[in-house]
């Protein structure tokens, strides 16, 4: 007769929800920097205290506005749940989950096809339930509205502020500290500022400044290097006279933030004595002057960004950069526009000269002289990836390398140039010449 046990199969537990929950505050000010650990704290412990649901963690940004999509922290919650560590995601309310009705629907319907449920508590809404899309849509409209009137009042406030003569969006410049809304000079680096003027009225352009500066190991605002457009940026920057033309730049949504130079589409408000100034006031005009007519005989003798065939087609493979036309001893080149702002240290990048770029682009194109319509039309862009090496792209996909050789220096002097050498050379010789 056969012993039969009989054994009991133990109850199967039920498969634990994986939760994680996201937080977030819109300013760095102490008082909410607090209550962005209280929120941490919160559901640490809203989520822990569920026997069926296992902590994931909480995800927090801090200091970010929920318009743009710059959030470390909401960026990593997501990519988290597409590589499956979490089942479902808490937070707050539609506003701190995003207030762009776009972006939040378009990131719940991403983790809705994966499985993920994102659960507002203030709104009591599961995106995975039946009308849970139709409730956000509803909801989130609203919160992008309540977004748009606060940065309408914000704007408001901050043109009362402009009209009457308030110095704002003064948060930090060269040449000057700003500590709790007082500006005061910072005396080190009012002296390289005033040294950069004295430079630049003496003769010297931005980037032999740059350079300068580099050489001499002075650090820029945030410690870097020094490069001709800062350079440029400084110069040509009013509040060094302490005064202030306010509203430079605007807003041109309450979504994007993307900032966009006035051109007259908003009011600018000029006023003067809003901080102690650093640079004389006749001197900065001096050196605006010397900048208007630097750039003057630039735009006279180079118009290249709407004349010239190579314009905006010449990359530079060892920056990334265009390379740009410039004039020297008579003849045009094609160079690295790092290498014209920075200088060599930034990019050694050769020039080419513009008669080698067409002798060599017609060839390629198979003809007998370079013809700029058959250029435009068949090249989208010549690669430099180094010195007499050049890659031309065609429309149609084709690469073509091609290598050049330097012109000897023989052969490059003109007749004007041959002559004035052969002054030099007798004026060495006997000391003076008679013409």
């Known amino acids: 007769m056969r012993n039969i046990q009989r054994v009991k199969t133990p109850a199967k537990l039920p498969s634990r929800k994986r939760v994680a929950a996201y937080a977030r505050v819109t300013t760095g000010k102490d008082a909410?920097?607090?209550?962005?650990?209280?929120?941490?704290?919160?559901?640490?412990?809203?989520?822990?205290?569920?026997?069926?649901?296992?902590?994931?963690?909480?995800?927090?940004?801090?200091?970010?506005?929920g318009t743009k999509d710059n959030r470390p922290e909401f960026q990593r919650l997501v990519a988290d749940c597409k590589v499956g560590k979490i089942d479902i995601v808490i937070t707050k309310s539609i506003s701190r989950f995003a207030r762009n009705t776009v972006t939040m629907l378009e990131t719940v319907r991403e983790l809705k096809l994966i499985g993920v449920d994102?659960?507002?508590?203030?709104?009591?809404?599961?995106s995975m339930s039946g009308?849970?899309?139709?409730?956000?849509?509803?909801?989130?409209?609203?919160?992008?509205?309540?977004?748009?009137?606060?940065?309408?009042?914000?704007?408001?406030?901050?043109?009362?502020?402009?009209?009457?003569?308030e110095l704002v969006g003064f948060f930090g410049m060269y040449g000057y500290d700003y500590k709790n809304g007082e500006v005061t000079v910072n005396e080190e680096q009012a002296s390289v500022v005033q040294q950069i003027f004295a430079w630049y009225i003496g003769g010297l352009g931005t980037a032999k400044i740059s350079k300068r500066?580099?050489?001499?190991?002075?650090?820029?605002m945030m410690g870097g290097r020094w490069s001709a457009p800062r350079v440029g940026d400084l110069i040509s920057n009013e509040k060094l006279t302490g005064n202030a033309m306010l509203q430079k730049f605007y807003s041109t949504d309450h979504l994007t933030k993307k900032q966009k130079r006035n051109r007259g589409e908003k009011p600018r408000y000029f006023v003067e004595g809003t901080h102690p100034a650093i640079i004389d006031t006749e001197v900065f005009e001096t050196a605006q002057r010397i900048r208007q007519e630097r750039a003057a005989h630039v735009n006279a003798s180079d118009s290249s960004e709407n004349v010239y065939p190579f314009s905006g087609k010449i990359f530079c493979e060892q920056c990334g950069k265009h390379y740009k036309r410039k004039?020297?001893?008579g003849k045009w080149n094609w160079q690295c526009s790092t290498y014209l702002q920075e200088g060599k240290a930034f990019c050694p990048a050769k020039q080419v000269p513009e008669e080698t770029l067409m002798a060599v682009a017609a060839e390629v194109l198979g003809l007998a002289v370079f013809d700029e319509a058959v250029f435009k039309n068949k090249i989208t862009a010549v690669r430099i990836p180094g010195n007499n090496r050049l890659v031309f792209i065609f429309s149609d996909g084709r690469i073509d390398k091609r290598e050049w050789q330097d012109r000897s220096r023989r052969e490059s002097w003109s007749e004007s140039m041959k002559q004035q050498a052969r002054q030099r050379a007798l004026i060495q010789h006997h000391g003076e010449v008679t013409v």
């Open 32 to 65: 909410m920097l607090n209550s962005l650990s209280a929120q941490v704290s919160y559901y640490s412990s809203f989520i822990q205290r569920r026997l069926d649901w296992e902590y994931v963690g909480v995800y927090a940004d801090e200091a970010l506005t």
């Open 118 to 126: 994102v659960f507002f508590e203030r709104e009591n809404i599961h």
């Open 131 to 165: 009308d849970g899309e139709l409730m956000l849509t509803i909801l989130a409209s609203f919160a992008q509205e309540e977004s748009r009137s606060v940065s309408e009042n914000c704007k408001w406030r901050i043109q009362k502020k402009m009209k009457k003569g």
């Open 213 to 220: 500066l580099n050489e001499q190991g002075i650090p820029s």
């Open 327 to 329: 004039k020297a001893v």
